[in-house]
C-alpha cells in the first residue's frame, strides 16, 4: 500500500501542481494550496490539476476536519505562511513527520526574533528539508537543521525535453524570428517577467538609451507598470525596445530560442526561474546579484555575468560583454551544459526518494 502523504503550498504555480502529480507514482497525495491565484501573475499562468483550495470555503471546510493521523507524513511548501505554520505545528503535535520546502532565498536581513525563533523551531523539528540549491541548505543550518536531513534537489520547472541539445544557429534562429516578426539582422537581448517594480525594467529602458541602436531590447510579461515603461521607450525614442504581454510556455521558449542574450535586471529573487529557462535554450545570462538563480548558476565569463543590483549601466555592459565576446557560442553551450542536470525528474527523485528514506526508519 503506498503511503499517504498531505500537500500543502500556496497556490498552484505549474511546477507545484506539476511535482504532485509526479508524487503520485509513488504516493497517495492529497494536495491543497491557499488560493487559486496570487503574486500578481496572470492567470493563465496558473495550472489547473486535482487539488483543494482553501479560499474555498467548502474544501477549506473539508481542510480543517481532516485526521491528521491518518497520514504518514505533511508536505509543507510554503511554512511560512499563516496555514503552513498552522500545518507544521499540528503534524508536530500530532506526531506526524512533516517537510519543509525552500526554493530559494531573499537576501534581505528582516531582524524578527519572533520569527526567526518560530523558523528556528519549525525547521529543527521537521523530518526533512528539502532545498532548492546551495543557498536554501545554508538557510537550512542557519535555523538549526541536521546537515544529514536536508536534501538539494535543484529547483527547476523544466522537463528533459525543454533544454535544447545545442544552441540554435544564426539560421535556425533567423527562421524563428520572422515567424515571431522579430528584427532578423538585430542582436536581441530577452527578460522575461512581470512587469512590477521589483523586476526594475524602467531603469534598464533608461540605461538602454546609451546602448547600440543595433542592439534590440525585448521584454515579455506584462503588467501594471506597462504604460510607465511605453513612456520611458518615447520619451527616450527608443526605437529598439519592444514590450510583448504574457506568453504561454510553448511560445515563450520560441522566444528565447530567436534571442542572444537574457538580461535580468531584478531587486531579488527568491530563486528566478526564468534564468533556468534562458539557459535551457542556449542563452548566456546577465543578471543582478540578487538573483538567486544567477548566484547558484552563473560562473562569470563561463555562461553569463553577474552585476551589482541597481547598477543598470553595469549590466547593460554586461549584455554588451556577451554579445561582442569572440567566446560566445562557448557561453551559450556552457549554459546548456550547466542547466542539463536542473529537471523535474531529478528535484521528485531527490524529494520522493529522502520521503521514503525517512519514512522507513
Known amino acids: 500500500m503506498k503511503k499517504k502523504l498531505l500537500f500543502l503550498s500556496m497556490y498552484p504555480a505549474p511546477y507545484r501542481v506539476n511535482i504532485i502529480d509526479r508524487y503520485r507514482a509513488d504516493f497517495d497525495v492529497d494536495a491543497y494550496f491557499d488560493a487559486y491565484s496570487g503574486d500578481e501573475r496572470d492567470e493563465k499562468w496558473f495550472r489547473q490539476g486535482d487539488y483543494r483550495v482553501l479560499e474555498n470555503e467548502a474544501d477549506a471546510g473539508v481542510f480543517r476536519d481532516l485526521d491528521l493521523k491518518s497520514y504518514d507524513a505533511a508536505l509543507v511548501f510554503e511554512y511560512s505562511t ?3 505554520v498552522a500545518l507544521a505545528l499540528r503534524s508536530k503535535r500530532k506526531k506526524v513527520p512533516y517537510f519543509i520546502n525552500c526554493d ?5 536581513k528582516h531582524g524578527n526574533l519572533l520569527k526567526d525563533a518560530l523558523k528556528r523551531f519549525l525547521i529543527k523539528g521537521a523530518a526533512g528539508c528539502f532545498a532548492g540549491g546551495e543557498y536554501a541548505k545554508q538557510y537550512f543550518l542557519r535555523f ?5 536531513r536536508i536534501f538539494v534537489h535543484g529547483f527547476t520547472e523544466l522537463e528533459e525535453d525543454d533544454i535544447l541539445p545545442a544552441p540554435p544557429s544564426r539560421e535556425e534562429k533567423a527562421v524563428i524570428r520572422q515567424k515571431l516578426g522579430l528584427p532578423a539582422d538585430k542582436r536581441i537581448a530577452v527578460a522575461v517577467g512581470r512587469f512590477i517594480g521589483l523586476k526594475r525594467y524602467e531603469h534598464l529602458i533608461r540605461a538602454w538609451k546609451d546602448m547600440p541602436r543595433d542592439d534590440v531590447l525585448l521584454l515579455i510579461g506584462g ?6 515603461y511605453n513612456r520611458l521607450i518615447q520619451e527616450y525614442r527608443l526605437d529598439n525596445v519592444i ?3 504574457f506568453e504561454p510556455k510553448s511560445s515563450l521558449f520560441e522566444y528565447y530560442k530567436a534571442c542572444d542574450v537574457f538580461v535580468h535586471p531584478s531587486s531579488y529573487e527568491a530563486w528566478g ?7 535551457a535554450c542556449g542563452l548566456p545570462v546577465a543578471a543582478s546579484d540578487r538573483c538567486i538563480a544567477g548566484l547558484e548558476l552563473i560562473k562569470d565569463g563561463v555562461n553569463g ?4 543590483m541597481g547598477d543598470e549601466p553595469a549590466l547593460c555592459s554586461r549584455v554588451s560583454q556577451i554579445l561582442d565576446s569572440d567566446r560566445y557560442h562557448e557561453m551559450a553551450a556552457n549554459a546548456l551544459d550547466t542547466i542539463r542536470p536542473y529537471t523535474v525528474s531529478h ?3 531527490v524529494q520522493t526518494d529522502a520521503i521514503k528514506e525517512i519514512l522507513t526508519k
Do not use: F, P
Not at 530559494?104 to 534581505?108: A, Y
Not at 538549526?144 to 544529514?148: N, P, Q, V, Y
Not at 526561474?273 to 539557459?279: D, T
Open 305 to 308: 555575468y553577474l552585476a551589482q
Open 82 to 84: 499563516s496555514k503552513g
Open 347 to 349: 528535484m521528485v527523485r
Open 223 to 228: 503588467g501594471n507598470m506597462e504604460e510607465t
Open 144 to 148: 538549526g537543521a541536521d546537515e544529514k
Open 273 to 279: 526561474l526564468v534564468v533556468n529557462e534562458a539557459m
Open 104 to 108: 530559494g532565498v531573499i537576501l534581505q
Open 243 to 245: 514590450l510583448k504581454g
